[in-house]
C-alpha cells in the first residue's frame, strides 16, 4: 500500500459570541484537516492545530514542502515518515507551523495504520506502549472564558450548568488584565478590554462556592503573567484550593518556572505547555523541574508519534501527562485515543465552548457516562464518521 494523494480541508466557523482568553479574542474558529488517500483505497484524517494562523499558509507550506516527500510512500510506517518529515524541515521546521503539519499528517498515517490492522488507533498505540487499553478517560470541563459584559452571575450559572452535566473538574480562565504592567494586551489593542486582577478573584471564588470543597477547580493564564505577577497572585489561588496553575508564565523562562513551582510548596501544580512542542523541549521543563503536569497538544506538538515521545518522558520523570483539546472532532478523537494507551493520563480537557468544527462534521457525537468520562471511539481507525456536507460547508480553501 503507497500514499497516492494529501489533500488539506482547511475548515472556519464564526463563533456566534466571541470568546477571550489572556491573551486573545476568538471570533473564528479555525481546523486544517489533513486527508491522506492511498491506492488501495483506505485514506486516513488528521488535524494540524494551527492556534489561529493563516490557514492559506498553512496549506502552502504542505503542499510545497511534504507533499512530494510522501507520495509513494508506505503509510503505515508512521514513525518512519514521521523522521522523514522531521528530517528534511529540520532547519526551519523544529516548532512553529511546520511541526504542527507534521503533527496532522502523523494522526492521518495512524488513522490508516489502525484501518490497516482493523483496530481503533488506541489499541493500536498500546502495542508501543504495552499498556492496558482504556474504554473510555475522564474529562474536566473547560470553560470560564471571559466574553463582554459576560459577568460573575453568568460565571456561576455556567459553573452550575458543568456540575449537571456530571463534571467533577472545572477550569476556567484567568490574566486577561489590561490594567496589569506585564499585560501582554497592551500589544494587543484591538482586544485590550478584560477584567482586574481583583475581579480575577473573585470570578474564582464564584466558581469555587459553586463547586464546593469536594471539586476540582483549575486555572489557565495562557502564559500572560511575568514571574513576577504570577508570584503575586498565587496566594489567592492557594487560598481559593486551586489544584493546578495552568501556563502561569512562558515556557522559555525557565528560572522563573522554578521559582513558583517552589513557592507553591506542593500546594498546587504547574501545568503546561500547550505551545511547547518536540520532546526535547519537554524534556528541559521536566528535567529542570519546571512543571508538575505535562501537557501537549496533538495536532501541534508532534502527533501520535511526537505526543507518545513527551508521554514516556512524563511517565520516566513520575509525572502526569494531560492534553491540551481545543480543537475539531478530529482533533479530539485523536486526543481521546492517544489517552486511552497511557498509564499517566488521568483526564483530558473537553471544551465546553460551541464549537461546530468539533459537534457538527460527525455524523454521531461524542458519548460520554453520567460522570463525563468519554468513551473512546471503538471502530477501526480514530473511530468517527465525518459528515462531508457539513465539513465541506464549511470550507474555506
Same mark, same amino acid.
Given at each position: 500500500?503507497?500514499?497516492?494523494?494529501?489533500? &488539506?480541508?482547511? =475548515? *472556519?466557523?464564526?463563533?456566534?459570541?466571541?470568546?477571550?482568553?489572556?491573551?486573545? +479574542?476568538?471570533?473564528?474558529?479555525?481546523?486544517?484537516?489533513?486527508?491522506?488517500?492511498?491506492?488501495?483505497?483506505?485514506?486516513?484524517?488528521?488535524?494540524?492545530?494551527?492556534?489561529?494562523?493563516?490557514?492559506?499558509?498553512?496549506?502552502? @507550506?504542505?503542499?510545497?514542502?511534504?507533499?512530494?516527500?510522501?507520495?509513494?510512500?508506505?503509510?503505515?510506517?508512521?514513525?518512519?515518515?514521521?523522521?522523514?518529515?522531521?528530517? %528534511?524541515?529540520?532547519?526551519?521546521? !523544529?516548532?512553529?507551523?511546520?511541526?504542527?503539519?507534521?503533527?496532522?499528517?502523523?494522526?492521518?498515517?495512524?488513522?490508516?495504520?489502525?484501518?490497516?490492522?482493523?483496530?481503533? +488507533?488506541?489499541? $493500536? $498505540?498500546?502495542?508501543?506502549?504495552?499498556? =492496558?487499553?482504556?474504554?473510555?478517560?475522564?474529562?474536566?470541563?473547560?470553560?470560564?472564558?471571559?466574553?463582554?459584559?459576560?459577568?460573575?452571575?453568568?460565571?456561576?450559572?455556567?459553573?452550575?450548568?458543568?456540575?449537571?452535566?456530571?463534571?467533577?473538574?472545572?477550569? @476556567?480562565?484567568?490574566? !486577561?488584565? #489590561?490594567?496589569?504592567?506585564?499585560?501582554? $494586551?497592551?500589544?494587543?489593542?484591538?482586544?485590550?478590554?478584560?477584567?482586574?486582577?481583583?475581579?480575577?478573584?473573585?470570578?474564582?471564588?464564584?466558581?469555587?462556592?459553586?463547586?464546593?470543597?469536594?471539586?476540582?477547580?483549575?486555572?489557565? /493564564? %495562557?502564559?500572560?503573567? /511575568?514571574?513576577?505577577?504570577?508570584?503575586?497572585?498565587?496566594?489567592?489561588?492557594?487560598?481559593?484550593?486551586?489544584?493546578?496553575?495552568?501556563? #502561569? @508564565?512562558?515556557?522559555?523562562?525557565?528560572?522563573?518556572?522554578?521559582?513558583? !513551582?517552589?513557592?507553591?510548596?506542593?500546594?498546587?501544580?504547574? *501545568?503546561?505547555?500547550?505551545?511547547?512542542?518536540?520532546?526535547?523541549?519537554?524534556?528541559?521543563?521536566?528535567?529542570?523541574?519546571?512543571?508538575?503536569?505535562?501537557?501537549?497538544?496533538?495536532?501541534?506538538?508532534?502527533?501520535?508519534?511526537?505526543?507518545?515521545?513527551?508521554?514516556?518522558?512524563?511517565?520516566? *520523570?513520575?509525572?502526569?501527562?494531560?492534553?491540551?483539546?481545543?480543537?475539531?472532532?478530529?482533533?479530539?478523537?485523536?486526543?481521546?485515543?492517544? *489517552? /486511552?494507551?497511557?498509564? %499517566? &493520563?488521568?483526564? @483530558?480537557?473537553?471544551?465546553?465552548?460551541?464549537?461546530? =468544527?468539533?459537534?457538527?462534521?460527525?455524523?454521531?457525537?461524542?458519548?460520554?457516562?453520567?460522570?463525563?468520562?468519554?468513551?473512546? #471511539?471503538?471502530?477501526?481507525?480514530?473511530?468517527?464518521?465525518?459528515?462531508?456536507?457539513?465539513?465541506?460547508?464549511?470550507?474555506?480553501?
Amino acid at each position: 500500500m503507497k500514499i497516492s494523494a494529501v489533500e &488539506t480541508i482547511p =475548515l *472556519a466557523h464564526e463563533c456566534k459570541i466571541p470568546i477571550a482568553d489572556a491573551v486573545g +479574542v476568538n471570533r473564528l474558529r479555525k481546523a486544517l484537516l489533513i486527508k491522506i488517500n492511498t491506492d488501495k483505497g483506505l485514506w486516513g484524517i488528521g488535524e494540524a492545530f494551527l492556534y489561529g494562523c493563516s490557514l492559506q499558509g498553512a496549506k502552502k @507550506i504542505l503542499e510545497d514542502q511534504f507533499v512530494s516527500l510522501l507520495i509513494g510512500k508506505n503509510p503505515c510506517s508512521a514513525k518512519e515518515n514521521y523522521e522523514l518529515l522531521c528530517w %528534511n524541515s529540520m532547519a526551519f521546521g !523544529r516548532a512553529g507551523i511546520v511541526k504542527a503539519l507534521i503533527s496532522g499528517i502523523d494522526i492521518a498515517l495512524w488513522d490508516i495504520a489502525a484501518k490497516a490492522e482493523g483496530l481503533p +488507533v488506541g489499541k $493500536l $498505540l498500546c502495542k508501543e506502549t504495552s499498556c =492496558l487499553h482504556l474504554d473510555k478517560i475522564p474529562s474536566y470541563a473547560s470553560g470560564g472564558f471571559y466574553a463582554e459584559g459576560k459577568d460573575k452571575a453568568a460565571l456561576e450559572k455556567e459553573a452550575e450548568a458543568y456540575l449537571k452535566k456530571g463534571y467533577s473538574a472545572v477550569k @476556567i480562565k484567568i490574566g !486577561r488584565n #489590561p490594567s496589569r504592567s506585564d499585560s501582554p $494586551l497592551k500589544y494587543l489593542p484591538s482586544s485590550c478590554w478584560g477584567e482586574s486582577v481583583e475581579k480575577d478573584i473573585e470570578r474564582i471564588a464564584a466558581v469555587r462556592s459553586v463547586l464546593g470543597n469536594e471539586r476540582i477547580l483549575m486555572v489557565d /493564564s %495562557n502564559a500572560s503573567f /511575568s514571574a513576577q505577577g504570577a508570584m503575586q497572585i498565587l496566594p489567592s489561588l492557594i487560598e481559593q484550593g486551586v489544584a493546578w496553575f495552568e501556563e #502561569p @508564565i512562558r515556557f522559555e523562562d525557565e528560572d522563573g518556572l522554578k521559582e513558583l !513551582r517552589a513557592a507553591m510548596k506542593g500546594r498546587m501544580q504547574i *501545568a503546561g505547555f500547550e505551545t511547547a512542542q518536540g520532546d526535547a523541549v519537554f524534556k528541559n521543563l521536566i528535567d529542570g523541574g519546571c512543571v508538575d503536569i505535562v501537557q501537549a497538544d496533538i495536532g501541534w506538538a508532534g502527533g501520535f508519534t511526537g505526543c507518545l515521545k513527551i508521554a514516556e518522558l512524563a511517565k520516566k *520523570a513520575g509525572k502526569k501527562f494531560s492534553l491540551h483539546s481545543f480543537g475539531s472532532a478530529v482533533h479530539f478523537a485523536s486526543s481521546l485515543h492517544l *489517552a /486511552s494507551c497511557l498509564a %499517566n &493520563t488521568d483526564m @483530558i480537557e473537553s471544551e465546553e465552548n460551541a464549537n461546530a =468544527l468539533r459537534s457538527a462534521i460527525v455524523k454521531s457525537p461524542f458519548q460520554a457516562d453520567p460522570k463525563m468520562a468519554f468513551y473512546v #471511539p471503538e471502530k477501526e481507525g480514530l473511530g468517527i464518521e465525518l459528515d462531508w456536507d457539513a465539513v465541506h460547508s464549511m470550507r474555506v480553501l
